[in-house]
């Protein structure tokens, strides 16, 4: 499997930060079994900056290395960091990824601004909603906008 | 399998010499006297002007080779390989949540196909490939589309178990330590895997249903 680079590999067979955290601020899960890919973002939240980080992962090699690299990417950082980070930042970090693999890198963002959102609904923060539009959820076809 | 072209009433059929030991790349296709296959390949008049190009000759003779030792030999190796696929089923079966795809003994000799409930396919043979254990496996992932394995989706596999599948094919020269090993491993890894997973998480809190006894 020549297809993963050393980056992804490594955080595939060494993940960081596995595992979930009790009484989380903010929890974010996107996905779902029928395709195959589960991530779920666990946010400890200090006066706006996350102070720890966990995720699960039910899915292939990318999306735990992604999920993996998304959660060292964010961890110790302000919120405001946290929901700019994209995708492509993802992929990045992670020396690249087959183009049908994108998608997994797609899913660790909407993870975590899914845990952002649910910290912010929480506590009665106030946010743009634009910022966290559900309909990224579309562009990896499989779940047709919502729950298959 | 005993094969009898006339008796079994087989108009064409298909072998691959990888499939007994035979070199990759060569294959048969029988088609009984008066069937005539599409021509695929157009050019010279090789094979009677059915399959155009030059003979691979020396992959003929391998895959030959390897008929006649196979065809020689074909009920001790079938015994033997048998027994080990039994105790790989067995093995695996001890893992809870699992389940073998297909007829327990109707099956071919060396083909072992399981699901595994809260885990997905690609990240298991990524895992065992490590431990030098090549395998394969029905989940999406792995097929570049989709849409899981549609032999498993068509034997009543739901989508997300599907995806959890991993196929163990045993060859004549497969030892029952490598049985012990594949137990062994496969057992690490699908308890590995659980443990990251949110889906079987969710299984084991009964927040969703098992789809799956035990």
């Not at chain 1, 990224?136 to 298959?148: I, N, R, V, Y």
């Not at chain 2, 010499?17 to 008066?34: D, E, Q, S, W």
């Not at chain 2, 097929?143 to 032999?151: F, I, N």
Request: hydrophobic share 40%; with cysteine.
């Amino acid at each position: 499997m020549a297809l993963y680079s050393e980056k992804v590999m490594d955080h595939f067979r060494n993940p960081r930060n596995v595992g979930v955290i009790e009484n989380a601020d903010g929890v974010g899960e996107v996905g779902n079994p029928v395709c195959g890919d589960i991530m779920k973002i666990y946010l400890k939240i200090e006066q706006d900056v996350i102070t720890d980080v966990k995720f699960e992962t039910f899915g292939c090699g990318s999306a735990i290395a992604s999920s993996s690299i998304a959660t060292e990417l964010i961890k110790g950082k302000p919120l405001s960091e946290a929901l700019a980070l994209t995708n492509k930042a993802v992929v990045e970090a992670l020396d690249g990824l087959p183009p049908q693999k994108i998608h997994c890198s797609v899913l660790a963002e909407e993870a975590i601004k899914k845990a952002v959102q649910d910290y912010y609904d929480k506590n009665g923060i106030a946010y743009d909603a634009c910022q966290f539009s559900d309909c990224s959820h579309c562009a990896h076809g499989c779940c047709s906008g919502g729950e298959a | 399998m005993k094969i009898d072209t006339v008796a079994q009433n087989i108009d064409m059929l298909s072998l691959s010499a990888h499939k007994f030991h035979g070199p990759k790349g060569i294959g048969v296709l029988y088609a009984k006297r008066g069937i005539l296959p599409e021509i695929v390949i157009h050019g010279g008049a090789q094979e009677r002007g059915r399959r155009a190009g030059t003979e691979n000759v020396a992959s003929v003779m391998g895959m030959a080779a390897a008929l006649t030792e196979a065809c020689e030999n074909m009920e001790q190796n079938a015994a033997r390989v048998t027994a080990l696929r039994e105790k790989l089923i067995d093995g695996l079966s001890r893992i809870p949540y699992a389940e073998l795809n297909g007829d327990r003994k109707n099956r071919l000799p060396g083909n072992v196909n399981f699901c595994f409930e809260g885990i997905e396919g690609e990240s298991l043979l990524l895992l065992l490939d490590d431990k030098g254990i090549c395998a394969s496996s029905g989940s999406a992932c792995t097929s570049g589309s989709l849409d899981p394995s549609h032999v498993l989706l068509a034997i009543g596999r739901p989508h997300e178990v599907a995806h959890g599948s991993l196929r163990l094919s045993l060859s004549e020269e497969t030892t029952e330590a490598e049985i012990d090993e594949m137990i062994t491993s496969v057992t690490d890894v699908v308890t590995y895997l659980r443990n990251m997973s949110p889906f079987w998480r969710d299984l084991t809190t009964g927040k969703r249903p098992h789809v799956f006894a035990e």
